[in-house]
């Protein structure tokens, strides 16, 4: 898809399952596993897709998958789906060289999307996109390096301290332009330091939503994931955010939706809903086209 200067394109590292119950919170399964089929396990699918948005010199990669540093039983637990080096290798098949890749945007540091920043090579571990800032919210740094009990588990911090003993992290503090067209924003109800990530193009803004909106199913405001930390912050933010996206045409970029991956939104009957639904590969729908 092609927005002014700007060349979007979906990669993915592979699928995993999460429990259903913890994606969706307090929302009933009977309501949720008519869009997510859960398992004997009652473990639903979860895509892990990255975003690739070119413009001028600049090859952007918005997060970075899970990556292949996983033991069998945790291979197992999470029900991993993907083949070695899965979102370099597709890269690859595009053309792209994991070594042309300039800059890469976190959304967070939960292992879902920074995992794949490293990789296991003949001496230690090395960066898998060796000349890349990667861009993270200090705030966010900060709480993966002392995070709660309650979601310790969900940071590695194999998976990211490396950046920074190689000089090639970026922090930012708060709401900024990182480079021309490119914004972030700070979401703190999942995690502390969370950021969207806005590329503005003059023909419109595409945002990747990461965990504040990982399926299209859960543009419906109240349903937001047991995993949040903050649940009345990621209400508040999800509505505030997504009045936005309503008023000013946003397109969505959905992290970890199986089905869908792209979506504008809309509001009627009372909440929002998703306007016109498409695939970044097929483009922008045309007129009347709608999930």
Request: hydrophobic share 40%; with cysteine; glycine share 10%.
């Amino acid at each position: 898809m092609r927005l002014g200067d700007w060349r979007f394109r979906a990669f993915h590292d592979g699928r995993f399952k999460l429990d259903g119950g913890a994606m969706f919170g307090v929302v009933p399964k009977v309501f949720w596993e008519k869009e997510h089929p859960a398992d004997a396990s009652n473990r639903i699918d979860l895509d892990l897709r990255c975003l690739l948005a070119e413009g001028g010199d600049r090859r952007v990669l918005v997060d970075v998958g899970m990556g292949d540093r996983w033991s069998d039983k945790q291979v197992g637990i999470f029900a991993i789906e993907r083949r070695p080096r899965q979102l370099t290798a597709e890269l690859a098949e595009a053309g792209i060289t994991r070594e042309s890749i300039t800059d890469v945007v976190l959304t967070h540091l939960h292992f879902d999307h920074a995992g794949g920043a490293l990789r296991q090579g003949e001496d230690g571990l090395e960066l898998v996109f060796p000349n890349a800032r990667h861009w993270v919210q200090k705030r966010h740094w900060d709480w993966a390096h002392d995070p709660s009990e309650r979601d310790r588990a969900s940071f590695r911090r194999e998976d990211f301290d490396l950046l920074e003993a190689r000089g090639q992290l970026q922090m930012v503090d708060g709401a900024a332009e990182i480079f021309p067209g490119v914004r972030v924003t700070p979401v703190n109800g999942h995690t502390t330091g969370q950021q969207l990530v806005e590329f503005h193009t003059g023909q419109g803004v595409v945002v990747f939503v990461g965990d504040l909106i990982p399926f299209l199913s859960q543009l419906h405001v109240p349903w937001i994931m047991g995993f949040d930390l903050n649940p009345l912050l990621t209400v508040a933010e999800k509505k505030k955010f997504l009045t936005r996206a309503v008023e000013d045409g946003y397109i969505l970029v959905f992290e970890h939706d199986p089905r869908f991956e792209a979506a504008t939104v809309r509001f009627g009957d009372g909440r929002f809903q998703p306007g016109q639904v498409f695939t970044l590969a097929a483009g922008l729908p045309g007129p009347g086209e709608a999930a």
